[in-house]
Structure formats: structure tokens, C-alpha cells
């Protein structure tokens, strides 16, 4: 299995979140380029950019992901919110090419009190516009956690928003405690068999290139997002050894996205890897 954590930044720079993964005995790393809860752009000059990159390399931790702020919404029914976040979005995708980053992660945003259909529009767009700013770099969407106005959080409407973004490029990510409290049964085997064939069946298999593993503080179909570390949630021993066992969820990357610190992260990382059967 390749694991990883999400890492903060030293006041080093950007290159010390190579060596805060490394700590976690990580094989892989996701960051924040830009302030997750403001609309700054991000900004790298050209030396920063290639100290990065020689730290990646040299690290040999691959992929590095990095996630969109929080503040964009892909979807949003607000004119502003939805220009800002186009051109944020497009400042991430430039950063994440000079940066030698692989994956940009993008939540499916929410449509507010505009139609299905109208929010679909402007997701479907606003990814569009990402992947064909895209250089290196891959644009993922990663689903939400079915709560309210979510333009895609399970199978069936991630097929939909990938449809009509029409781009074979874009890639899908999964988060485990988003799925489970839209309602999959994660906590089951079944469960995570009947999520693969689903995939499968909706042409999105290919599409997979990462997954968020985050144990959920909220009971199955809450609607509630709120990560818990691994083991103390309510996906349970069976769905986490399903989910690591299983052919198509085992075979990309896992990024941890839990509270836990250092010690605990790397705990969680390692016990990971040993639900792993050979």
C-alpha cells in the first residue's frame, strides 16, 4: 500500500512538509499550497518552487497532492464566489505544475438554493476550466459528504458530473468518512465490495487516484462531516481491513486527513499497512 498523511508547512517553507511526512513514515504527502481559509493565491518564486521539487525528489515520497482551499466553491450559486474560485482554482493549477505537484484536489461543491442542474453546470465548468489549464499536474474531484445541495457525493452523481465535465483527465477521489456519512456502508465488507462494483459498473474505476482515509466521528448516513483517527470512528475493524484488502481501493494511494499528531499519524499509518494481506 502507498500511505501518506496531510501535512502542514514548517516556517522552513513549503519544502518542510517533505520532511514532516517523512516523520510519519509516509510513503506519499498531501499540502495546502496557498492558506486553506482565505482567498490568497499561491505564491512560490522560482527558487522556492525548485527547493521543492529537489526535496520531493530526493525524498522519493510520491504522489504529493495538494488541496484547493476551503474557501472555493466549484458549484457555488453566488456570481463572485463562483469567479473567485475559477481564478483561485487556475492560480492552484499553475502553482501545483511549478511546485512538480501531482495531484490537485478539488471538493464537488455545493449548489446552495440553486437547481441539481444548474449547480452541475457550474461544477461541470469550473473543473473543465481546471483540467485544461493543467499542465503536469492531475485535477481530482473529490466527493462530499451528502450534505445538503452536494453536487456529488455518491457513485451515481459523481457518473453524472463527470459526464458532463466531458474530459477523460479528471480523476475521482474518495474520502472514507465522506462516504460512510453519505450512507455507504464502509463498516461492512459488503459494503465496500458493493462501492467497487458500483465504480466499475459506472465506468469510474479508471478514474480513481486517490483516497482520503479518515475514520468518521458520526454514525453511518449522518450527513455529518467530521474526521476521526483511524480505528476511533465508527467504520470499524472489518470495513478498514475491506477497504485496504480490496483490489481497486488498495491499489491507490491513501492520504490520512486525521487530527491526530505526529506519533499518532504515524501509529495509524503503520497499523494500516499491516491490515494489508499478502
Known sequence: ???????????????????????????????????????????????????????????????????????????????????????????????????????????????????????????????????????SVRVVAELMAGTRGAVASLPHEAEALFTAVGDDRLGLCLDTAHLFAAGVPLDVADGVEGLTEELRGRGLASRLALVHANDSVFERGARRDRHANIGDGLIGPDGWRALANDPLIGSVPWILETPGDVDRQRADIAGLRGLREH
Open 1 to 135: 500500500m502507498i500511505l501518506g498523511a496531510h501535512v502542514r508547512r514548517r516556517q522552513s517553507g513549503i519544502a518542510g512538509a517533505v520532511e514532516e511526512a517523512a516523520e510519519r513514515g509516509a510513503d506519499c504527502l498531501q499540502i495546502f499550497i496557498s492558506n486553506p481559509r482565505s482567498w490568497a493565491s499561491p505564491r512560490y518564486d522560482e527558487a522556492e518552487s525548485e527547493r521543492f521539487r529537489e526535496t520531493l525528489a530526493a525524498s522519493g515520497l510520491r504522489p504529493c497532492a495538494a488541496h484547493l482551499s476551503y474557501v472555493g466553491n466549484v458549484a457555488s450559486w453566488d456570481p463572485t464566489t463562483l469567479r473567485r474560485t475559477r481564478e483561485l482554482l487556475i492560480e492552484s493549477v499553475h502553482a501545483c505544475d511549478a511546485l512538480g505537484v501531482d495531484l490537485l484536489v478539488v471538493h464537488t461543491g455545493a449548489g446552495g438554493p440553486q437547481d441539481r442542474e444548474a449547480a452541475l453546470r457550474a461544477a461541470a465548468d469550473s473543473y473543465r476550466l481546471a483540467v485544461h489549464e493543467a499542465q
